[in-house]
């Protein structure tokens, strides 16, 4: 069972281009992280939101948490080669172990 | 360095054999955490080591697979008798503690392991 869809799986766009990607869940997350991961080396986290409604930014990348708290989203704006990666969701429920989406691979040509 | 360690970084080893993976936590850092990630996959959680309390192994996926952690710091994450469907890469990450809203997990750069 996937407790967190994310959507799409996979992205290919030119560069300049506006994307979203999304996370749901149908189960309450206390904290939302996204990370990005690059091939041979471990996630880094890029934002946790933890308020319903959270929206936060971070230079062209803007992320926000549902009301609900059970999805979220991260839009790029202008996307740059440098963004390409694979974008992870993680939702934390304060036990200690994050549960993850099964990530977007984005790639962004110049 | 100052990050999260672990070694090897690739291990190929045959089916049946044993493997230990080993991860180097950041200094000060109680919590640990092993998770498992097939090809462009998300990641899926193994076991949580928190300071001196019992470990979270809800996500070990058989008896074949075993973690322990030795004075609070490194990890060795132990698979007994290994098969083909155990390939993957497998990451350590580690957090000053288990609260999540507050505390980033920083992840090292994983063990990728092939079964033949």
């Known amino acids: 069972t996937q407790l967190l869809e994310q959507s799409p799986q996979f992205l290919s766009i030119q560069e300049g281009e506006n994307l979203t990607v999304y996370c749901n869940s149908s189960s309450v997350f206390s904290s939302l992280q996204w990370y990005r991961q690059e091939p041979g080396e471990g996630p880094v986290l890029l934002v946790t939101v933890v308020t319903g409604g959270e929206v936060k930014k971070l230079k062209r990348l803007t992320f926000q948490f549902g009301d609900a708290r059970k999805d979220s989203s991260l839009h790029i704006t202008a996307a740059q080669p440098g963004d390409t990666g694979l974008y992870l969701c993680a939702g934390g429920r304060n036990t200690g172990k994050l549960i993850f989406g099964q990530g977007t691979t984005l790639q962004v040509k110049p | 360095g100052a990050g999260v360690s672990q070694s090897p970084s690739n291990k190929v080893t045959e089916k049946g054999k044993d493997v230990e993976l080993r991860c180097d936590p950041i200094?000060?850092?109680?919590?640990l955490y092993w998770y498992r990630q097939s090809l462009g996959q998300g990641l899926e959680f193994l076991i949580y080591?928190?300071?001196?309390?019992?470990?979270?192994k809800s996500g070990l996926p058989s008896d074949r697979f075993s973690a322990e952690r030795t004075g609070g710091s490194v990890s060795t994450l132990t698979i007994q008798r290994t098969q083909q469907e155990d390939s993957a890469v497998y990451l350590c990450?580690?957090?000053?503690?288990?609260?999540?809203?507050?505390?980033?997990?920083?992840f090292g750069p994983g063990t990728r392991l092939t079964v033949l």
């Open positions: 200094s000060g850092h109680t919590a």
């Open positions: 080591f928190q300071g001196n309390s019992a470990p979270d």
């Open positions: 990450a580690s957090s000053l503690s288990g609260d999540l809203s507050y505390n980033e997990q920083f």
